[in-house]
């Protein structure tokens, strides 16, 4: 019953490779977040998804590339990874209101480690 | 510099004492939020304060907020070995968490 849940939590892999992180919220939420962390603890969004539609597209290679197959599910693929690219990866969710997003719920994190 | 930037970068008080750490952000908002996160695990929200809000409390937080100086506060009192973390604020306007406060309390 945990509320966001990312997959895999740890992924170890070579320069070059491609790869895909997976959440999934079931708290009926309809906006979805990707943020990156990287090593100095610097915390920056990445990608945003309001009902499958993207509302959030900051400054990321394309080599990032988000995918909402529906409102309970925002993955990240990401293609030829670079030693930069190591950091942990959160996945988080919210309702959407007027005033902006509401309580975001965090999932644990992927460990990301490019060699 | 980027939106929700917390001050200080580190804290270290003992067990008991008050801690204080400050959020500045530079565009209107609708609300801030502040967030905790533990070592190596994803962050939990603990408040939210809208802009028409002055002061909120919950439990051991209490949150400001000055929207004619673009800043919040976070105080949290009786603090507690395990309020070690790390503390975020964030604004609906960007999302942006940046560094945080790492926080120590020392038992």
């Known amino acids: 019953d945990t509320a966001v849940s990312q997959t895999p939590k740890y992924l170890v892999t070579q320069m070059g490779n491609d790869k895909s992180i997976k959440c999934e919220q079931n708290l009926g939420h309809d906006t979805m977040y990707w943020y990156k962390q990287d090593s100095k603890k610097f915390l920056k969004i990445m990608f945003s998804y309001n009902n499958k539609e993207l509302i959030i597209n900051e400054t990321v290679p394309n080599r990032f590339s988000p995918k909402s197959p529906d409102k309970a599910h925002l993955n990240l693929h990401i293609n030829s990874l670079e030693l930069g690219d190591s950091a942990v990866y959160f996945c988080a969710s919210s309702h959407r209101s007027v005033g902006g997003p509401g309580e975001q719920y965090f999932g644990p994190g992927t460990r990301l480690t490019v060699t | 510099s980027q939106q929700g930037e917390e001050d200080p970068q580190a804290l270290s008080i003992q067990e008991g004492e008050n801690a204080t750490m400050n959020c500045s952000y530079k565009t209107s908002i609708n609300n801030l939020q502040w967030y905790r996160q533990n070592s190596g695990r994803g962050l939990v929200h603990l408040i939210l304060?809208?802009?028409?809000?002055r002061e909120k409390h919950s439990g051991r937080l209490r949150v400001t907020l000055d929207t004619s100086k673009k800043s919040s506060s976070l105080l949290i009192t009786a603090s507690r070995a395990a309020d070690t973390a790390s503390y975020f604020c964030?604004?609906?306007?960007?999302?942006?968490f940046g560094t945080g406060t790492r926080l120590k309390v020392l038992a």
């Open positions: 964030a604004t609906d306007a960007r999302y942006i």
């Open positions: 304060i809208r802009s028409n809000e």
